[in-house]
């Protein structure tokens, strides 16, 4: 945001706010969180919080917490549609990146979660609004340290650590399985289509950091801890081999990422992939596999490898 624009909407945002009496909230109770971008004093019980990315959603969602707003998924859904069920009567704020302020703070919120690499530029706004709270970034592989964020932030650290430690109970009796069915000798890669571009995913990211939780083998071009993300363009295919492929396809409802990703699988590079010759190669879904990053992404996560590597 410039810094013309930014004074702008700031001078806006001011006048909405006295306007609305928001600014003279105040809260009876508070405790200090840390997080992102410093200090805040967030209400002890927050009643009316808004969401803007959804790895918080799925937080508050699964220590039974309804957000009155929440960013919309990315593409062009609404809502995610493993989340669909949750969100009745929850507000569409707008896009992550450039979330509706003026419709956040009609919303008379007393907590605002949110990432800083997706809104930072918005923090300092959001903030006269209510109490802030971001994490880091959704894509450093640290999805259960900003889960314990985003629940402590609401005051359920101690029923969210239960709730990891169920995930991760699920998920070493997979493993165990998985290894007594002698699936973890297995290289496992994850790769992504969307209109005009393939990758793969290192370690770092969130179902990159789940397949070595479970103790795959990866590609060795592929599993590096402190990595995210590779793109490719299509003479690079053959970079994508492993015995086993696990692939989500992000498209906008055009239909394009569908034909670029059946364009690519079906070049000769792509049938040449082990995965391929195998008939190891698995659609599964953009949205709990690469978009929220959340903790009831990761149990859809589990669900599908137990599925397609057990079942």
């Not at 605002?112 to 994490?135: D, H, N």
């Not at 290894?179 to 297995?186: F, V």
């Not at 995965?275 to 690469?290: E, I, T």
Request: overall charge negative; charged content about 25%.
């Amino acid at each position: 945001m410039s810094g013309f624009k930014k004074i702008f909407v700031l001078s806006l945002l001011v006048g909405l706010v006295f306007g609305c009496g928001v600014s003279e909230v105040t809260y009876a109770q508070t405790r200090p969180i840390n997080h992102a971008m410093g200090v805040t004093e967030v209400p002890v019980n927050p009643e009316r919080i808004v969401v803007l990315n959804g790895d918080g959603l799925e937080a508050l969602l699964s220590v039974g917490i309804t957000p009155v707003g929440t960013a919309k998924a990315m593409g062009d859904r609404e809502w995610y549609e493993h989340l669909e069920e949750y969100m009745d009567g929850v507000v569409n704020v707008g896009e992550m990146t450039a979330p509706n302020l003026e419709l956040i703070m009609m919303l008379e919120p007393d907590l605002i979660i949110g990432t800083k690499s997706r809104q930072e530029a918005s923090y300092e706004l959001l903030s006269m609004i209510a109490p802030t709270v971001f994490t880091e970034s959704h894509t450093l592989g640290q999805w259960k340290a900003d889960f314990l964020l985003y629940v402590d932030a609401v005051n359920k650290l101690d029923e969210g650590k239960k709730i990891l430690e169920a995930w991760e109970q699920r998920a070493a009796d997979l493993s165990k399985r998985l290894a007594e069915a002698g699936k973890l000798d297995q290289e496992v890669g994850i790769i992504r289509f969307t209109a005009g571009q393939g990758r793969f995913f290192y370690n770092m990211s969130f179902s990159g950091s789940i397949i070595k939780e479970l103790g795959f083998k990866r590609p060795k071009n592929h599993d590096y801890d402190d990595r995210w993300v590779e793109n490719i363009t299509q003479e690079r295919i053959s970079e994508m081999d492993a015995d086993v492929l696990f692939y989500f396809v992000l498209d906008t409802g055009d239909g394009e990422a569908i034909r670029f990703a059946d364009e690519w699988m079906n070049t000769r590079l792509f049938q040449n992939l082990r995965a391929s010759q195998k008939g190891q190669v698995y659609q599964v879904n953009d949205g709990y596999w690469n978009m929220t990053y959340g903790i009831l992404s990761a149990d859809y996560v589990l669900a599908d490898i137990e599925r397609y590597m057990l079942d």
